[in-house]
C-alpha cells in the first residue's frame, strides 16, 4: 500500500504545507523532514550536521517499502532527527536535484534507482549514495540503521576524510557531465545507430534487452524513420515486432488501456504496475506513427486505447493530466489489475467468462507469482495474438467495457497528481499528431485545451514557463525540457490547425530558452536556467533515456521552425548543435536516438508542403488528408487559410507568394533546395507522393 499520511498521528513536520503528493506522503512521518532549501542546509550548518537527502516519487513502489519499514519507524526517526538534517525531494518537482545526486550515486555505486538515498556535508556535496535500503541487515544489504550510525561516527571522528570524499565526488561529476565533444554530424551516425540496435535486439521478444524491458519508444521512431529514409527492412521489422508484443504482453493495459512502466521479465509478461504519463505521450507518437508506416489496425487500436486511459483517468479537472498513477493499491502490488478465472466467471455470463479467460491467458493456478498477491492471480495479456484479427471484435469489446465496470469496484492505485508543463507537452504533441494521423478533431480539441491551462497558468512575468502545478498552485522554475518539449508541442499544434499563434508561441519560447540556458560557444543547453538555484553541477542533459533529453528535442524543433518559418538561424543552430554533439554521439550512437531522429530531418532531404485555399474547399481538404494519411516523417505542412493569410505571413514571409485569396487551391511541393510547379489537384498530390521520389525509399 501507498503511505497515507493521514493514518499517522505523529505531528506535521516541515514538509505539511508542501503540495507535492510525494512530499504529502511523507508530512506525517516522525521524521522531521525539511524540503530542499535555505532553512534546511542553514540548520545543517548552525549544528555541524550532515544532510540525509532522500528523493523519491509519489507512484515509487519502493520508495513506500522504504517508508514504511524506516521513516515510519520510531528508531530510525530518532537517529534521523538528532544526528542529521533530513531533507525530502520529489524527483518529478525538482529534476534537476535528482539529476546531479543520481550522476553521483551511479559514479559512486554503479547503479541508480529509487529512492535514492543520499549523505552529504551542509555545502550539498555528497559522500554517501545508495538506494533502497532495508531498515536492518538483510540478504547482504546494510542496514539503514547501520548506516547511519557508521556515517555519523565517520563524521565526528574522520570528517577530513569524509570532506575529502565528498570533494572527489564533486571534482568527477564536473569532469564526467555530459559536455558537446564536436564532430561531424553526417549520415553515419544514424548507420551506426541502427548497427548497435541491431546488436542489441531481443529477436525472440522483441525489445532491446534481455530483462528487464523498457518500451524506449524513441528506438521505434528511430528505427522507422531509418527504415523510411534507407528502405531497409529489418530496421521496420524490429520495430513492429517490439510494438506488436508490447501491444499483446502483459505490460499493456488490455481493459483500461495505457501502458505499464516496464517489463520485469524478457517476454513483456510480468510488468511493473506503475503507470507514467510520459510513457503514454510518447508510445502514442510511436504508435501512431507506425500504424501511418504500415497501416496495421493493432497500432492504432493501442494508440487510440492510450488517449482513452489518459482522458478517463489522469485528466485534471483543469483539462490537465496527472502525472502517473501507482503500482499499489489495497492488496499490494498490482493487485488493481490482477483476476482469478473466478473472477472472470463472476464479471460476466458463463459462455463469455470461459471465452475472456481462454483469450487473456488466465488459468486456474494463474500466471503471476508473489506472496502478497496469493494464489491463482493472473495478468491479462493475449497468448493467441490480436483477438481482433480472429475473433468478434463485438464481442470482444463487451467482454472489456464489463470486466473494466467490474474492475473498477475495486480500491484503485492512488495518483499522482502533479500536473508536470514537460509531461503535459509531450502528451499534446501526442495527440495532435493523432489527430492528424486518424483524422479526429476531438483529439486536437483535448490538445488545445491542455495547452491554453499551461499557457494561461504556468507562465512566469519576464515570459518564462513554470514546471509544475499542484492543487492551485504553480511553482518551480521551468527547465530545458520543459521548453523544448513545449516548443514541439506548440509546432505539433500548429502542423493540425494551422493557426498561426501555436507558431508565435512557440518562437517566444525558443527565444526564451536561448536567452536563459545557452552554454557557451552555443553549444548545447543547460538543464536549469541562469540565475536558477544554486547547485553543485550545472548538468547538461544529452543522453536520451526513457524521455528525450531536452537538447535532442530541441534539434528537431529548430529544423522544423528553420523549415516553417523560412529563418535560415534555426536551421544554422540546428547545425551547430547537431556538430556539437556528433563527437560524444558517435561513441554509442543507439543512446541518442531522439537526437538522430532530428539528425535524419537536418540532413534531408525534408519535404515541405504548403496548401493555399479556403478551409472549406474540398480540394483542398483532399489534399490535406492525402498528405495526412502517409508516414512524412520528415515533413513540415502549411495550410494558409485566408483568416490568417496576414499573420502568417509576418512569421513566415516566404509564404507571401503562395497566398490565395481567391480562386482555386494550389499546393506547393519542395524536396530540400528544388521546388516543383503547383498543384491544383489533390491527384497530382497523391501521384508525386506515390512516386517514393519525395526523398525517402518506401512509402
Same mark, same amino acid.
Given at each position: 500500500?501507498?503511505?497515507?499520511?493521514?493514518?499517522?498521528?505523529?505531528?506535521?513536520?516541515?514538509?505539511?504545507?508542501?503540495?507535492?503528493?510525494?512530499?504529502?506522503?511523507?508530512?506525517?512521518?516522525?521524521?522531521?523532514?525539511?524540503?530542499?532549501?535555505?532553512?534546511?542546509?542553514?540548520?545543517?550548518?548552525?549544528?555541524?550536521?550532515?544532510?540525509?537527502?532522500?528523493?523519491?516519487?509519489?507512484?515509487?513502489?519502493?520508495?513506500?517499502?522504504?517508508?514504511?519499514?524506516?521513516?515510519?519507524?520510531?528508531?530510525?526517526?530518532?537517529?534521523?532527527?538528532?544526528?542529521?538534517?533530513?531533507?525530502?525531494?520529489?524527483?518529478?518537482?525538482?529534476?534537476?536535484?535528482?539529476?546531479?545526486?543520481?550522476?553521483?550515486?551511479?559514479?559512486?555505486?554503479?547503479?541508480?534507482?529509487?529512492?535514492?538515498?543520499?549523505?552529504?556535508?551542509?555545502?550539498?556535496?555528497?559522500?554517501?549514495?545508495?538506494?533502497?535500503?532495508?531498515?536492518?541487515?538483510?540478504?547482504?544489504?546494510?542496514?539503514?540503521?547501520?548506516?547511519?550510525?557508521?556515517?555519523?561516527?565517520?563524521?565526528?571522528?574522520?570528517?577530513?576524510?569524509?570532506?575529502?570524499?565528498?570533494?572527489?565526488?564533486?571534482?568527477?561529476?564536473?569532469?564526467?557531465?555530459?559536455?558537446?565533444?564536436?564532430?561531424?554530424?553526417?549520415?553515419?551516425?544514424?548507420?551506426?545507430?541502427?548497427?548497435?540496435?541491431?546488436?542489441?535486439?531481443?529477436?525472440?521478444?522483441?525489445?532491446?534487452?534481455?530483462?528487464?524491458?523498457?518500451?524506449?519508444?524513441?528506438?521505434?521512431?528511430?528505427?522507422?524513420?531509418?527504415?523510411?529514409?534507407?528502405?531497409?527492412?529489418?530496421?521496420?521489422?524490429?520495430?513492429?515486432?517490439?510494438?506488436?508484443?508490447?501491444?499483446?504482453?502483459?505490460?499493456?493495459?488490455?481493459?483500461?488501456?495505457?501502458?505499464?512502466?516496464?517489463?520485469?521479465?524478457?517476454?513483456?509478461?510480468?510488468?511493473?504496475?506503475?503507470?507514467?504519463?510520459?510513457?503514454? /505521450?510518447?508510445?502514442?507518437? *510511436?504508435?501512431?506513427? &507506425?500504424?501511418? =508506416?504500415?497501416? %496495421? #489496425? @493493432? $497500432?492504432? +487500436?493501442? !494508440?487510440?486505447?492510450?488517449?482513452?486511459?489518459?482522458?478517463?483517468?489522469?485528466?485534471?479537472?483543469?483539462?490537465?493530466?496527472?502525472?502517473?498513477?501507482?503500482?499499489?493499491?489495497?492488496?499490494?502490488?498490482?493487485?488493481?489489475?490482477?483476476?482469478?478465472?473466478?473472477?472472470?466467471?463472476?464479471?460476466?455470463?458463463?459462455?463469455?467468462?470461459?471465452?475472456?479467460?481462454?483469450?487473456?491467458?488466465?488459468?486456474?493456478?494463474?500466471?503471476?507469482?508473489?506472496?502478497?498477491?496469493?494464489?491463482?492471480?493472473?495478468?491479462?495479456?493475449?497468448?493467441?495474438?490480436?483477438?481482433?484479427?480472429?475473433?468478434?471484435?463485438?464481442?470482444?469489446?463487451?467482454?472489456?467495457?464489463?470486466?473494466?465496470?467490474?474492475?473498477?469496484?475495486?480500491?484503485?492505485?492512488?495518483?499522482?497528481?502533479?500536473?508536470?508543463?514537460?509531461?503535459? /507537452?509531450?502528451?499534446?504533441? *501526442?495527440?495532435?499528431? &493523432?489527430?492528424? =494521423?486518424?483524422? %479526429? #478533431? @476531438? $483529439?486536437? +480539441?483535448? !490538445?488545445?485545451?491542455?495547452?491554453?491551462?499551461?499557457?494561461?497558468?504556468?507562465?512566469?512575468?519576464?515570459?518564462?514557463?513554470?514546471?509544475?502545478?499542484?492543487?492551485?498552485?504553480?511553482?518551480?522554475?521551468?527547465?530545458?525540457?520543459?521548453?523544448?518539449?513545449?516548443?514541439?508541442?506548440?509546432?505539433?499544434?500548429?502542423?493540425?490547425?494551422?493557426?498561426?499563434?501555436?507558431?508565435?508561441?512557440?518562437?517566444?519560447?525558443?527565444?526564451?530558452?536561448?536567452?536563459?540556458?545557452?552554454?557557451?560557444?552555443?553549444?548545447?543547453?543547460?538543464?536549469?536556467?541562469?540565475?536558477?538555484?544554486?547547485?553543485?553541477?550545472?548538468?547538461?542533459?544529452?543522453?536520451?533515456?526513457?524521455?528525450?533529453?531536452?537538447?535532442?528535442?530541441?534539434?528537431?524543433?529548430?529544423?522544423?521552425?528553420?523549415?516553417?518559418?523560412?529563418?535560415?538561424?534555426?536551421?544554422?543552430? *540546428?547545425?551547430?548543435? &547537431?556538430?556539437?554533439?556528433?563527437?560524444?554521439?558517435?561513441?554509442?550512437?543507439? !543512446?541518442?536516438?531522439?537526437?538522430?531522429?532530428?539528425?535524419?530531418?537536418?540532413?534531408?532531404?525534408?519535404?515541405?508542403?504548403?496548401?493555399?485555399?479556403?478551409?472549406?474547399?474540398?480540394?483542398?481538404?483532399?489534399?490535406?488528408?492525402?498528405?495526412?494519411?502517409?508516414?512524412?516523417?520528415?515533413?513540415?505542412?502549411?495550410?494558409?487559410?485566408?483568416?490568417?493569410?496576414?499573420?502568417?505571413?509576418?512569421?513566415?514571409?516566404?509564404?507571401?507568394?503562395?497566398?490565395?485569396?481567391?480562386?482555386?487551391?494550389?499546393?506547393?511541393?519542395?524536396?530540400?533546395?528544388?521546388?516543383?510547379?503547383?498543384?491544383?489537384?489533390?491527384?497530382?498530390?497523391?501521384?508525386?507522393?506515390?512516386?517514393?521520389?519525395?526523398?525517402?525509399?518506401?512509402?
Amino acid at each position: 500500500m501507498s503511505p497515507d499520511p493521514q493514518e499517522s498521528d505523529h505531528r506535521p513536520n516541515h514538509l505539511a504545507h508542501e503540495k507535492s503528493p510525494y512530499l504529502q506522503q511523507h508530512a506525517r512521518n516522525p521524521v522531521d523532514w525539511y524540503p530542499w532549501g535555505d532553512e534546511a542546509f542553514r540548520r545543517a550548518a548552525d549544528e555541524d550536521k550532515p544532510v540525509f537527502l532522500s528523493i523519491g516519487y509519489a507512484t515509487c513502489h519502493w520508495c513506500h517499502v522504504m517508508a514504511h519499514e524506516s521513516f515510519e519507524n520510531a528508531q530510525i526517526a530518532d537517529i534521523l532527527n538528532n544526528y542529521f538534517v533530513p531533507v525530502k525531494v520529489d524527483r518529478q518537482e525538482r529534476p534537476d536535484i535528482d539529476s546531479i545526486y543520481m550522476a553521483a550515486c551511479l559514479q559512486m555505486t554503479g547503479k541508480g534507482g529509487w529512492p535514492l538515498t543520499i549523505i552529504m556535508t551542509p555545502d550539498k556535496k555528497p559522500f554517501f549514495a545508495g538506494t533502497y535500503l532495508p531498515r536492518t541487515f538483510r540478504a547482504g544489504m546494510t542496514g539503514l540503521d547501520e548506516l547511519l550510525t557508521q556515517a555519523y561516527r565517520l563524521w565526528n571522528d574522520q570528517r577530513d576524510a569524509l570532506n575529502d570524499a565528498a570533494e572527489n565526488v564533486v571534482a568527477r561529476l564536473e569532469s564526467g557531465m555530459p559536455r558537446p565533444v564536436q564532430g561531424a554530424a553526417d549520415r553515419s551516425l544514424p548507420d551506426a545507430g541502427y548497427q548497435e540496435l541491431l546488436l542489441s535486439f531481443d529477436p525472440v521478444n522483441g525489445g532491446f534487452s534481455r530483462s528487464p524491458k523498457f518500451p524506449l519508444p524513441t528506438y521505434i521512431l528511430f528505427l522507422l524513420r531509418f527504415w523510411k529514409r534507407t528502405g531497409t527492412g529489418h530496421a521496420r521489422s524490429m520495430a513492429e515486432s517490439t510494438m506488436r508484443a508490447m501491444s499483446l504482453g502483459g505490460i499493456h493495459d488490455h481493459l483500461g488501456g495505457g501502458f505499464h512502466r516496464y517489463s520485469t521479465d524478457a517476454h513483456w509478461m510480468v510488468p511493473h504496475f506503475e503507470k507514467m504519463l510520459y510513457d503514454q /505521450a510518447l508510445l502514442l507518437t *510511436a504508435y501512431t506513427e &507506425a500504424w501511418l =508506416a504500415t497501416k %496495421e #489496425p @493493432l $497500432y492504432r +487500436r493501442t !494508440a487510440e486505447s492510450i488517449i482513452g486511459y489518459v482522458s478517463r483517468d489522469l485528466i485534471s479537472p483543469e483539462n490537465a493530466f496527472f502525472s502517473g498513477e501507482d503500482a499499489d493499491s489495497e492488496g499490494g502490488e498490482g493487485a488493481f489489475y490482477l483476476w482469478t478465472k473466478q473472477e472472470i466467471l463472476d464479471a460476466l455470463d458463463p459462455d463469455d467468462g470461459r471465452y475472456a479467460a481462454s483469450l487473456f491467458g488466465v488459468t486456474d493456478h494463474g500466471n503471476f507469482r508473489s506472496p502478497e498477491a496469493g494464489a491463482g492471480k493472473n495478468i491479462l495479456h493475449l497468448p493467441g495474438g490480436d483477438p481482433d484479427e480472429r475473433g468478434d471484435p463485438r464481442r470482444i469489446s463487451r467482454i472489456r467495457e464489463r470486466m473494466l465496470a467490474y474492475r473498477n469496484k475495486r480500491p484503485r492505485p492512488i495518483c499522482d497528481r502533479n500536473i508536470l508543463t514537460d509531461w503535459n /507537452a509531450l502528451m499534446i504533441a *501526442a495527440l495532435a499528431a &493523432a489527430s492528424r =494521423a486518424f483524422q %479526429e #478533431p @476531438l $483529439y486536437e +480539441r483535448m !490538445a488545445e485545451q491542455t495547452m491554453d491551462f499551461l499557457l494561461n497558468n504556468l507562465r512566469q512575468p519576464d515570459g518564462g514557463l513554470l514546471h509544475r502545478w499542484c492543487d492551485g498552485e504553480a511553482a518551480v522554475p521551468a527547465f530545458a525540457d520543459d521548453y523544448a518539449f513545449m516548443i514541439r508541442a506548440l509546432i505539433e499544434l500548429y502542423e493540425t490547425g494551422f493557426n498561426p499563434s501555436w507558431l508565435e508561441e512557440a518562437e517566444v519560447l525558443e527565444q526564451y530558452l536561448r536567452q536563459h540556458f545557452t552554454a557557451p560557444q552555443k553549444s548545447g543547453f543547460f538543464f536549469t536556467p541562469d540565475g536558477g538555484d544554486s547547485l553543485i553541477v550545472r548538468r547538461m542533459e544529452i543522453c536520451d533515456g526513457p524521455l528525450p533529453s531536452g537538447n535532442s528535442m530541441m534539434l528537431e524543433n529548430l529544423v522544423l521552425l528553420g523549415h516553417l518559418t523560412g529563418n535560415f538561424r534555426y536551421l544554422e543552430h *540546428a547545425s551547430g548543435l &547537431a556538430d556539437a554533439f556528433a563527437g560524444i554521439i558517435r561513441k554509442s550512437p543507439s !543512446a541518442y536516438t531522439a537526437y538522430l531522429c532530428g539528425l535524419d530531418h537536418l540532413l534531408g532531404p525534408a519535404l515541405d508542403i504548403i496548401i493555399a485555399g479556403k478551409r472549406s474547399d474540398p480540394v483542398a481538404g483532399e489534399m490535406l488528408r492525402m498528405i495526412r494519411g502517409r508516414y512524412l516523417p520528415a515533413s513540415t505542412v502549411h495550410v494558409i487559410l485566408p483568416e490568417h493569410a496576414q499573420s502568417l505571413g509576418s512569421l513566415a514571409p516566404f509564404i507571401l507568394p503562395m497566398i490565395q485569396t481567391t480562386g482555386n487551391p494550389v499546393a506547393y511541393i519542395c524536396i530540400g533546395s528544388e521546388c516543383l510547379p503547383p498543384m491544383q489537384s489533390a491527384e497530382e498530390v497523391g501521384e508525386f507522393l506515390e512516386k517514393g521520389k519525395n526523398g525517402f525509399k518506401d512509402s
